[in-house]
């Protein structure tokens, strides 16, 4: 069964960091590029940020460019985003998501795999 299951969101005052990491497993992890796409209360779908399968290449949202930092772990079978800086903008639920190859795009059902989603919150 595959499974994606993020972790590390919570509630942040404005300028604090957070960790999010999305432990995968039932499938070959170190060959699929990774994604991170979020939610805002009561909008659509935002794609976040990406990694390819060796983690060579990464690209971001402008919205976080230069804040946020995704990362993984292959030998682990986790993928990470560090996000600092955060701002009440930034709430929302984030997923992971694992496709082939990079995609920057939001909608779920581009992707081959999708985790639950863990709530993040930036408030004072």
């Known amino acids: 069964e595959v499974q994606l299951v993020e972790s590390g969101g919570g509630l942040v005052q404005p300028g604090g960091s957070l960790r999010l990491s999305c432990a995968a497993s039932?499938?070959?992890?170190?060959?699929?590029?990774m994604s991170w796409v979020r939610q805002a209360p009561g909008k659509g779908l935002e794609w976040v940020s990406a990694i390819a399968a060796w983690g060579i290449t990464t690209s971001y949202a402008d919205s976080v460019k230069g804040r946020f930092t995704i990362s993984r772990d292959n030998a682990k079978n986790t993928l990470y985003l560090q996000m600092n800086s955060l701002k009440p903008e930034d709430t929302g639920v984030y997923y992971c998501?694992?496709?082939?190859?990079?995609?920057?795009?939001?909608?779920?059902?581009?992707?081959?795999?999708w985790g639950q989603g863990t709530q993040v919150t930036v408030s004072s």
């Open positions: 998501a694992a496709k082939g190859w990079v995609i920057k795009l939001p909608a779920r059902e581009t992707y081959d795999y």
């Open positions: 039932g499938f070959t992890f170190s060959t699929y590029a």
